[in-house]
């Protein structure tokens, strides 16, 4: 039997409240499990993340002894070296982390001021 177009945009406004309640959880936390070489030979190549809020992204990476490249695996472009990770899908949990961390310390600030706004009246 087909939904009508009310019972559609009530089951759409469900599966929307279901992926935001799904969304707020933590995640377990990932290691780094590409070291960059010892040594001055080639380049340790892997995924890398960047985590700034409005363009949060996973590339592809590298990393030589003295620097690294984010966005391109064949050369560096940032002094300092960096371990990677090995797969896209470990850089895309780490990266969920590191965005978790922030916005929970964000959430918290938050209650904190709503906390005290209720002590005061």
């Known amino acids: 039997m087909a939904m009508t177009k009310k019972e559609q945009t009530a089951f759409e406004s469900l599966q929307h409240q279901l992926r935001l309640a799904k969304a707020l959880r933590f995640t377990e ?51 300092g070296t960096r371990r990677l990770f090995s797969t896209k899908l470990l850089a895309l949990r780490a990266l969920r982390v590191e965005v978790e961390s922030k916005v929970a310390e964000i959430l918290a600030k938050i209650d904190e001021q709503i906390e005290e706004e209720k002590a005061r009246t």
């Open 29 to 79: 936390s990932v290691e780094r499990d590409v070291m960059p070489p010892s040594n001055y030979d080639g380049l340790a190549k892997g995924w890398d993340y960047n985590a700034y809020i409005g363009g949060p992204r996973v590339e592809k990476a590298c990393s030589s002894c003295v620097h690294h490249g984010f966005g391109d695996d064949t050369k560096t472009t940032s002094q």
